[in-house]
């Protein structure tokens, strides 16, 4: 028996994260032979590593002798139960048992990016063409497929059909008339097969029913004010209109002409120039603060004052970090949401190289490389979309690279340690235009950031997605992704493949990262439930670029909690 620290943790933090994701118990048991076989005492230990990673779901150990008795017995106590090839095999035909037999438990073949699914019994030659077969197996295998799906691609429509086949077959699983001859019935296949259908069209039926009647119940959409009506609200306006459940009632700007125009476009009922009077006349549920980071202490201000209860707002997060944490605390005081609008962790392929990690696919990252080229800093005009940004005295890092310093949060945990060099290229502009970042992260992982927007954009074959490149270093290989969205695979020693993904086409920002973010804000308010970049935890982010300007200052790495505590 070879039981490998790759193979093993892998399995092993597919289980973890299976359990997180069914709730419920939100526990995994490890089945083994531990006392007695050497190579299970080593797989025991590879489980127990990957568990301490895991504190919110709770550990288990049986043996399999054991586990033979206790899963007849006494199935209910367990949630996810991981173990090798050889028991799974046996514990597997046994759980079939106790279920009722073969032909009910579907199985899937789950690799680093494919699929394989089928009902867990072989060929049954006696009864070929008799057309008595359970097919339930067969069906509940597509369910699982389907589900498999939903989470690789965030496909809900593909989470809401696993889900309705799931709760159909059950269904029919329960009706003795669709019960076939291994579960004492006399139903053919054909039968059985009918009758999962018209569970699912019973169900259906209901769901389009109960929906019918919300909306005819005139159910109350999320009011939404805007505050800006320049280059980056145009993007956030559309996706605006792509979310159910929202309506935007006003807008607001000083310059008149960019308002009118902006109102237009997006139908946008009533427009202001005072903020004040659009709060007090339009009693928003949430602000969405699309302007420069200067003003944003003094809109979350007046928010606050006049009751909203929700605010999304552009990043930078503030001029200063003490304007930053004014705003947390203002927010915290009166019990008002407080979303940071950064985007860019919402970008498809870093959501999807996020779950690669989580997959152990290149083993345990230690090294991150992101090199960023826009080539739109030169000249006497340079950034044509937002012309302000070279009359800013602190630019790249404060207003771009922030960015990839919540994405390296996002991807790898919290920062111990950041520094950064600085240079002006291009003389006319206020701050710098090339910024070279170096970030330890508290996991281990260093991360190298390579910005400039003066050279020419980076060449890629298919039609450029990203802003940038990473190249992500693991023990067992390496994740790049290329400028297109690409992302390959390479392990050590020379197996390379390229990494398939859904990337939206045809959409209002790369990755479609404005919708998203702009979705979960909604989500999350509807249901209640924390923001990812909440303003409280976002100030870690926000922290370390001006520590990143510190360190380039004093020339040494600054844990960024020193500007934290600079402001206590």
Not at 113 to 134: C, E, M, R, S, V
Not at 265 to 281: A, R
Not at 393 to 411: C, G, I, N, Q, T
Not at 426 to 444: C, R
Request: proline share 4%.
């Amino acid at each position: 028996m070879i039981i490998t620290r790759h193979g093993t943790e892998r399995i092993v933090k597919w289980a973890f994260e299976l359990a997180r994701k069914r709730g419920g118990k939100k526990k995994v048991t490890c089945v083994d032979k531990a006392n007695v076989v050497k190579s299970l005492a080593f797989w025991r230990r590879c489980f127990d590593d990957v568990a301490s990673k895991y504190p919110d779901v709770e550990k288990d150990y049986v043996y399999i002798d054991a586990m033979s008795f206790m899963q007849v017995a006494r199935p209910l106590q367990f949630d996810v139960v991981v173990t090798e090839n050889m028991f799974g095999d046996i514990i597997s035909d046994l759980g079939a048992g106790t279920v009722g037999g073969m032909g009910i438990p579907p199985s899937g073949d789950i690799g680093d990016q494919y699929g394989l699914f089928q009902p867990i019994h072989g060929t049954a030659p006696d009864i070929a063409g008799k057309g008595i077969a359970n097919p339930a197996g067969q069906i509940l295998s597509a369910a699982m497929m389907l589900d498999w799906i939903a989470d690789k691609y965030n496909d809900k429509i593909a989470a809401t059909a696993a889900e309705l086949i799931e709760k159909a077959t059950v269904a029919a699983l329960q009706n003795s008339d669709y019960k076939t001859s291994d579960l004492g019935g006399k139903a053919k296949t054909t039968d059985f097969g009918d009758g999962v259908i018209k569970e699912i069209r019973k169900m259906f039926s209901l769901t389009v029913a109960a929906t019918q009647t919300v909306k005819s119940s005139d159910k109350k959409k999320l009011r939404g004010v805007t505050v800006g009506a320049g280059f980056f609200s145009d993007i956030q306006m559309t996706d605006w209109k792509r979310i159910d459940g929202v309506e935007i009632t006003a807008v607001c700007d000083i310059d008149v002409g960019k308002l009118k125009l902006f109102a237009e476009k997006f139908k946008i009922p009533n427009t202001y120039t005072d903020i004040k009077e659009m709060l007090e006349k339009e009693k928003p549920d949430f602000v969405d603060i699309v302007t420069r980071p200067n003003t944003h202490l003094d809109i979350t201000k007046q928010a606050v004052q006049l009751g909203v209860k929700a605010i999304l707002c552009q990043k930078p997060m503030a001029e200063t970090p003490e304007e930053a944490l004014d705003m947390v605390n203002i927010c915290k005081e009166k019990q008002v949401r407080l979303m940071i609008n950064e985007n860019f962790r919402w970008r498809k392929w870093f959501r999807e190289i996020k779950h690669l990690i989580s997959q152990n696919i290149i083993g345990e990252p230690f090294y991150a490389y992101f090199c960023i080229r826009r080539g739109d800093g030169r000249g006497s005009s340079p950034y044509p979309n937002q012309p302000y940004f070279k009359d800013m005295k602190k630019y790249l890092l404060f207003e771009a690279v922030v960015h990839y310093v919540d994405v390296s949060r996002f991807l790898f945990g919290e920062i111990a340690t950041i520094y950064s060099a600085h240079k002006k290229i291009n003389k006319i502009i206020q701050g710098e235009d090339l910024t070279i970042v170096n970030m330890s992260m508290k996991s281990g992982v260093n991360v190298l950031i390579d910005a400039n927007r003066y050279s020419e954009p980076l060449k890629s074959v298919g039609k450029p997605k990203a802003f940038g490149t990473l190249k992500l270093e693991g023990t067992l290989g390496q994740i790049e992704l290329e400028i297109d969205g690409t992302i390959r695979i390479t392990y050590h020693g020379g197996k390379s493949y390229v990494h398939s993904y859904y990337i939206p086409e045809n959409v209002t920002y790369p990755g479609d990262s404005t919708y998203e973010t702009q979705k979960h804000f909604v989500e999350c308010l509807i249901n209640n439930s924390q923001f990812e970049t909440e303003g409280e935890n976002y100030l870690n982010t926000f922290y370390a670029v001006f520590a990143g300007y510190q360190a380039a200052d004093k020339g040494c790495a600054i844990d960024p909690r020193a500007i934290s505590n600079s402001l206590k």
